[in-house]
C-alpha cells in the first residue's frame, strides 16, 4: 500500500516539478524566484546529485520539465604557450569540439552528450574565459546551444538532433564569446559585440534564417577594437504596453523594436566588457557600463539619443564588471567582481549596505524565497538575507569554483562548477 502511495505521490508532484522551468541566462530575466531551497549544503550535504561536466564551459543550466542542459566544448592543446598580438602569451589550443549535454532533472543522469561540430584553430579564447560562455535557451520541445561566433544549433529535446544549424554569423570575439541567446516570440536574438564588428541579428527560430539584421553603429573614441568587445545579454521590457530589446555595449546601450530591429533609443555611458543583463523596475532601466563600473538608472519612455538628463541616479566603483543585478521588489542588489556585495535603493540609489564576502565573482546572483546566493570562482557560495541590513545566513563550499551563474527550478538550486553540475536540495 505504501509503494503504491508513493507512486501516487510522483505522479502528482512530477507534473508541478514540469511548469517551474528556468528556460534562459538570469531564468525569466530577473533570476528571482519565491522556491524554498536550503540554504546550507556541501559536498556531503543536501546534494541530491553531481554529474561530472567534460570539457571546458561557464555556460548556466537550464531547465525545462524533467531535462537541465548545460553546453561544454573540449579543448585539445599542444601543450605550448604561443604569442598572441596583443594578448600576451596564451595556451595553443589546435582544436575544439562544442557539446549540449542534457541530464535528468530528478537523478542526473546524462541524457544526451551531444557532439556538434568540430573547429581546427579556433579563434582565441582567454584562459579565463570559455568557447561554451554563452548560455542556452530552452522552451518546450526545442533547445538552442549558442557559442557565439563558433555557431548556433537548435536542438530536439526529445531526440537530441540537430532541427538547424548557423555558422555562418561572424565576428572576432577577441577573447571569446560570452552574450546569451533571447527568446521572443518566434525570433531568436543574438549579440555579436567582437573586436571588429558590431551588430544584433533575430533568426527565424522555426529554420533558423535572418529575419533581421541591425549595425551598432557606435561612435567609439578609438580604432582600437579591445574597447569595442562586449558579453551583455539583452533582455526585452515591457515600456507603455511596447516590447523594448535593451542591449548593452561597450560604449553605448542601444535599445531597439524586437519585432524589426529598428532603433528606439541609444545611451552614451564609456566602458567595454560589460557582460550585466538589464533589470527593469520603477519606472527605470539599470544598466552597468562594464571596466568604467558604473550604475546607471535610466527612466523608461526615452526615445532617440538620451541625455544624462534621463538618468535618475547613478553609482560608482562598488559596481561590477561581470555579475548581473537583482532587483527584489524596492531593494537593488549587486556584487562587485572583488566581493564587495551592496543593497540599494532601486528608486534613489541610497546605499542601505555594503560587504565584503569571501572570494572573487563571476556569476552572477539569484534570489531564492528571501535569500541571496552568490557563487564565487573559488567555490563558496554566500548566502544572505534579502534586507535592508546586512544579514549573513551561510557560506557553502564545493569542491571546485563556479563561473557559471545558478538555477533555480522547483525544490532545487542548480549549481555548475568548474567540473560538475550539482543539485542542491533538501530530502
Known amino acids: 500500500m505504501s509503494r503504491c502511495l508513493a507512486l501516487l505521490a510522483l505522479a502528482v508532484v512530477t507534473p508541478l516539478l514540469a511548469a517551474d522551468n528556468w528556460p534562459a541566462f538570469r531564468g525569466h530575466g530577473d533570476a528571482v524566484s519565491d522556491a524554498k531551497v536550503p540554504t546550507e549544503w ?110 548556433t544549433w537548435c536542438l530536439d529535446t526529445a531526440t537530441g538532433k540537430p532541427v538547424w544549424e548557423r555558422r555562418d554569423l561572424r565576428c ?13 516570440g518566434d525570433l531568436l536574438i543574438l549579440i555579436f559585440d567582437g573586436f571588429d564588428v558590431q ?47 535593451v542591449c548593452p555595449s561597450a560604449e553605448q546601450t542601444v535599445a531597439y523594436d524586437p519585432a524589426t530591429g529598428a532603433e528606439r533609443w541609444r545611451l552614451t555611458h564609456g566602458g567595454m566588457n560589460g557582460s550585466a543583463r538589464p533589470v527593469a523596475g520603477h519606472g527605470l532601466v539599470y544598466l552597468t557600463s562594464g571596466h568604467t563600473r558604473q550604475l546607471l538608472a535610466v527612466k523608461e519612455g526615452v526615445s532617440g ?13 562598488i559596481v561590477p564588471t561581470r555579475p ?10 549587486m556584487v562587485s567582481d572583488d566581493g564587495i556585495a551592496s ?23 539569484v534570489a531564492v524565497g528571501g535569500y541571496l546566493y552568490f557563487p564565487s570562482q573559488s567555490g563558496k557560495t554566500a548566502v544572505v538575507r534579502a534586507a535592508t541590513e546586512f544579514e549573513p545566513v551561510a557560506t557553502n563550499e564545493l569542491a571546485a569554483g563556479c563561473m557559471a551563474s545558478p538555477a533555480v527550478a522547483g525544490d532545487a538550486l542548480f549549481l555548475r562548477t568548474k567540473t560538475h553540475l550539482y543539485c542542491i536540495a533538501g530530502k
Open 42 to 151: 556541501s559536498e556531503a550535504k543536501n546534494v541530491r546529485w553531481k554529474t561530472a561536466i567534460h570539457g571546458k564551459g561557464w555556460s548556466s543550466p537550464v531547465v525545462w520539465g524533467n531535462q537541465v542542459w548545460v553546453t561544454t566544448a573540449d579543448e585539445v592543446h599542444s601543450g605550448k604557450l604561443k604569442p598572441v598580438p596583443g594578448k600576451g602569451l596564451s595556451t595553443d589550443v589546435v582544436k575544439v569540439t562544442f557539446f549540449a549535454v542534457c541530464v535528468d532533472r530528478n537523478t542526473g543522469k546524462v541524457v544526451h552528450d551531444i557532439k556538434l561540430a568540430e573547429e581546427p584553430d579556433p579563434a582565441f579564447a582567454h584562459d579565463f574565459n570559455s568557447y561554451a560562455s554563452p548560455t542556452p535557451v530552452i522552451e518546450d520541445g526545442r533547445v538552442y546551444a549558442h557559442f557565439g561566433a563558433h555557431g
Open 172 to 184: 572576432d570575439h577577441h577573447r571569446g564569446p560570452g552574450s546569451s541567446p533571447i527568446l521572443w
Open 199 to 245: 551588430y544584433v541579428v533575430a533568426l527565424d527560430k522555426r529554420t533558423g534564417q535572418t529575419v533581421w539584421r541591425q549595425d551598432r553603429a557606435i561612435p567609439y573614441k578609438t580604432d582600437d577594437g579591445d574597447f569595442k568587445k562586449a558579453y551583455a545579454t539583452g533582455r526585452v521590457l515591457d515600456v507603455g504596453g511596447k516590447p523594448v530589446l
Open 305 to 317: 539619443a538620451v541625455s544624462r538628463d534621463a538618468v535618475a541616479w547613478q553609482k560608482e566603483r
Open 324 to 333: 548581473s543585478l537583482l532587483l527584489l521588489g524596492d531593494l537593488l542588489f
Open 343 to 365: 543593497c540599494l535603493d532601486a528608486k534613489t540609489g541610497k546605499v542601505y549596505w555594503s560587504e565584503r564576502l569571501p572570494g572573487e565573482y563571476t556569476a552572477s546572483p
